[in-house]
C-alpha cells in the first residue's frame, strides 16, 4: 500500500506541473461522458424504451458501467499501456527490482487526468439512485460498491489479458480494444435489450452483467435472491484467469533486448 501511494504522490506532482491543461483535460473528459449519455438517452427516446425502462434505472446502469471503467482507465492504464514499457525496455528494469510486478506495473501509469470523469459518473450515479431507489440500505448501498468494483476488476482483467499478448507481439494487438471498449459499449444499455447469444458471452464469459444489469434489479426490488448480491463477486475470477496467463507470459519472456 505504501509503494502504491508513493506512486500516486508522484503521478499526481506530475500532472499538476501543468495546471491549466490538467483541468481541462479532465473537462473534457466530462464532456466525453455527457455526450456518450446523451447518445444513450436520444437512442432510448427514439424507440420508445424509455416507457419500458424507467429514466433513472437507465442513468444507474450508464453510471455504474462508466464509472468502473473510467477506474480501471486511471489505476490500470500500466497494463492497458503495457506494450510502451515493453517497448522502451522499462518493464526489464522493473524485472530486477524486488517489488511485485503487478503493482509496479500498475504504478508505472496512471491517468489522473480521467478523475473528471470519476466525479461525472459519481455524481451521476448518486442522483439516480436517490430518485430510483426510495429506501436505500446498508445492503444496498453495499452492492452498488460491489457493482462498480466487480467493473472496474473486469476491465483491469482485460487489461491484464492484453498485456499478455505483448510478451509475443511488442506492438501489442488492437484487437483487445473490442473486449475493452466494446464490454464499456455494450454495458451502456441493458443486456436484456441485446440477443440471446450476446447476453450469454457477456454473463458467462465477460460477466459484466453480473455486476451491473441483474444486481440493479436486486436493488429495485424485482429479484429478491441473495445470489443477485454475489453476483459481482464473479469479477474475481476473471482476475485470477487473468494473472494466471500474464504470468505464462511472463515465464516465457525473455527480454526485448535494447
Known amino acids: 500500500m505504501k509503494l502504491l501511494l508513493h506512486y500516486f504522490s508522484m503521478h499526481i506532482k506530475v500532472y499538476l506541473e501543468y495546471k491549466l491543461n490538467f483541468f481541462l483535460t479532465m473537462f473534457a473528459q466530462v464532456l466525453i461522458l455527457g455526450t456518450e449519455l446523451f447518445v444513450v438517452y436520444t437512442l ?106 466487480g467493473d472496474f476488476i473486469i476491465i483491469v482483467s482485460l487489461f491484464i489479458i492484453g498485456a499478455f499478448f505483448v510478451f509475443f507481439t511488442v506492438e501489442g494487438l488492437e484487437f483487445i480494444n473490442v473486449f475493452t471498449n466494446g464490454t464499456k459499449q455494450v454495458n451502456d444499455y441493458p443486456i436484456g435489450l441485446y440477443h440471446k447469444a450476446v447476453g450469454v458471452i457477456f454473463t458467462f464469459l465477460i460477466p459484466v452483467a453480473l455486476c451491473n444489469y441483474y444486481p440493479v434489479e436486486y436493488l429495485i426490488d424485482k429479484g429478491n435472491s441473495f445470489y443477485y448480491f454475489l453476483m459481482p463477486l464473479s469479477s474475481l475470477i476473471l482476475l485470477g484467469i487473468s494473472i494466471v496467463i500474464f504470468n505464462l507470459g511472463l515465464h516465457k519472456y525473455s527480454s526485448t533486448g535494447s
Open 44 to 149: 432510448f427516446d427514439k424507440f420508445q424504451l424509455l416507457e419500458e425502462f424507467n429514466i433513472n434505472y437507465l442513468f444507474m446502469v450508464f453510471s455504474i458501467n462508466w464509472l468502473g471503467f473510467s477506474l480501471a482507465e486511471t489505476f490500470g492504464r500500466g497494463f492497458d499501456e503495457f506494450k510502451k514499457l515493453m517497448k522502451k525496455g522499462g518493464f526489464d528494469i522493473l524485472l530486477i527490482r524486488p517489488r511485485n510486478i503487478f503493482l509496479q506495473i500498475l504504478g508505472n501509469d496512471l491517468a489522473f487526468h480521467k478523475i473528471g470523469r470519476i466525479i461525472a459518473s459519481t455524481y451521476l450515479l448518486i442522483i439516480s439512485t436517490i430518485n430510483l431507489i426510495p429506501e436505500i440500505t446498508i445492503d444496498k448501498l453495499l452492492l452498488i460498491i460491489f457493482m462498480v468494483l
